[in-house]
């Protein structure tokens, strides 16, 4: 049986909503309209997935985000 690493916290269900679209290349603002919340939640929920997920861009979110399988292709 494989074991995930759970070194961090794991993302809520509404960050994980944004996650994927930020994964499909959603812009901020894209986000913002498809989920009904403002451009700065979108950018809280953002900053928190960096901080939760010990990342410093964008690129290293998605990127942690299927090492980790929380995103599969």
């Given at each position: ?7 961090f916290t ?52 998605v990127r ?10």
């Amino acid at each position: 049986m494989t074991t995930l690493r759970t070194d961090f916290t794991h993302p809520s269900k509404r960050e994980l909503e944004v996650l994927k679209l930020i994964a499909f290349e959603f812009t901020i603002r894209e986000i913002a309209q498809q989920l009904f919340i403002s451009v700065e939640t979108v950018k809280t929920h953002r900053r928190h997935l960096l901080r939760k997920m010990r990342v410093r861009n964008t690129a290293g979110l998605v990127r942690k985000s299927f090492e980790q399988r929380i995103l599969v292709a």
